[in-house]
């Protein structure tokens, strides 16, 4: 036995632009449509997932990640579950707590056990969600607000619950268009100051509640549809983002970020990008 054993990492996570220390990723070696549960995925259901391909883009998408240095941890992918590549849902990181949840839909569910062990492994220990449903996709946090989409994942119980579990942050429900599946797809904060929407998917009170923070970007429903809002900041002003959302790209860039492009659309015809791809465990300070 080892004198001196490695200390457990100790999840922290305050914002969604902090440096990102450590994430866990999956790669999308059984990723198929196997039934349609997205708007998305609709669309792709004749067409497919391409794996060589996926498992392709996402290698690139891993290397990318470990050449800013953050620490990628991958889960093992296994035959039962086509969608587990979408990491981020399966749980979050709150302050120093990480939690996981029940996934919603049926075809999901059992995805957050593989988590779970890979937490036990690592003694690390998280906030077990019991019979809440309440998806990563759905839950972003900025300091002491904590947003959350009122989606068909995400319930308003298990986010009331959320808030009784963390009486020092204001939850905040952000109800927004079933359609577009997680609040994600359709809002993400880049800075203190600064956040992509895409407005068509709230209504005005939401705008309003939101502009009352941030500097909105828009995304045009065109690149809505190629997850244009679905970033991947890794701090320093560096985010990841697709090369056929130009748009995103050009505004970001002309405020000054550093972008880094890959391209993972194979991966987005199930529904999910960057941010979707990757569930932070450690987010520090240190801009
Ligand atoms: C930003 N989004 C959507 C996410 N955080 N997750 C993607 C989940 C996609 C998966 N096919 C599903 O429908 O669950």
Request: hydrophobic fraction near 40%; proline fraction near 4%; charge should be negative.
């Amino acid at each position: 036995m080892a004198l001196f054993s490695k200390a457990p990492t100790k999840p922290f996570a305050r914002s969604e632009y902090d440096v990102l220390r450590q994430v866990i990723l999956c790669k999308p070696e059984y990723m198929t449509i196997r039934d349609v549960i997205n708007e998305t995925q609709k669309k792709f259901k004749n067409e497919g997932i391409h794996i060589e391909l996926a498992m392709a883009q996402h290698k690139q998408f891993v290397e990318k990640l470990k050449e800013h240095n953050v620490e990628v941890i991958l889960l093992p992918a296994l035959k039962m579950f086509p969608e587990q590549v979408f990491t981020r849902d399966i749980g979050f990181t709150m302050g120093h707590i990480l939690f996981v949840a029940e996934m919603a839909n049926k075809l999901r569910q059992g995805e957050e056990e593989v988590l779970k062990g890979w937490l036990e492994q690592q003694d690390i220990s998280y906030f077990n969600l019991r019979r809440d449903q309440i998806e990563g996709g759905d839950v972003l946090i900025d300091g002491q607000t904590i947003y959350v989409g009122l989606s068909d994942r995400t319930n308003q119980q298990a986010i009331d619950h959320l808030q009784s579990i963390l009486p020092h942050y204001n939850v905040v429900t952000v109800p927004f268009i079933e359609k577009y599946l997680h609040l994600d797809c359709v809002f993400n904060i880049i800075s203190p100051t600064e956040a992509l929407y895409y407005p068509h998917a709230f209504t005005q009170k939401e705008i309003d509640l939101l502009a009352s923070r941030y500097e909105l970007i828009e995304v045009s429903e065109e690149e809505q549809f190629t997850l244009g809002t679905n970033v991947l900041s890794i701090g320093h002003k560096k985010i990841f983002s697709l090369p056929v959302n130009q748009k995103v790209n050009d505004q970001l860039r002309s405020r000054g970020y550093e972008i880094i492009e890959v391209d993972i659309t194979e991966i987005i015809k199930s529904g999910g990008s960057f941010r979707c791809c990757t569930m932070p465990v450690v987010r520090d300070g240190d801009k």
